[in-house]
């Protein structure tokens, strides 16, 4: 079984930056796609980015496009989110989410990411 522990978060002023990191703790680790998540408050979880592991092609939701960016190390079983010029609406509880198979069925305990007006 895989865990998820993500790093990272935290308060940052509205055009600052953060980078978040998720680690996977398995001997052997080659999922399909990993993936980033966000859960702002009092709403449902929303996708963020994807990558997959293996070609490290990327998808992003719209409204992050241009501002955040995914990428992973696969020697260190790591995926990273590069947030650049946040803004209030990026507050949330990140998660990062493994798709082992066709689905995300691995997830991360979520970070809390702050941003001030």
């Known amino acids: 079984q895989v865990q998820l522990v993500e790093s990272g978060g935290g308060l940052v002023q509205a055009g600052g930056s953060l980078r978040l990191s998720c680690a996977a703790s398995?001997?052997?680790?080659?999922?399909?796609?990993m993936g980033w998540f966000r859960q702002p408050p009092g709403k449902e979880r929303e996708f963020v980015a994807h990558?997959?592991?293996?070609?490290?092609?990327?998808y992003y939701k719209d409204s992050v496009k241009d501002r955040f960016t995914i990428s992973r190390d696969n020697a260190k079983n790591t995926v990273y989110l590069q947030m650049n010029s946040l803004k209030p609406e990026d507050t949330a509880v990140y998660y990062c989410?493994?798709?082992?198979?066709?689905?995300?069925?691995?997830w991360g305990q979520g970070t809390q990411v702050t941003v001030s007006s």
């Open positions: 989410a493994a798709a082992t198979h066709s689905l995300f069925n691995e």
């Open positions: 398995a001997r052997t680790f080659s999922p399909n796609i």
């Open positions: 990558i997959t592991w293996s070609a490290g092609r990327t």
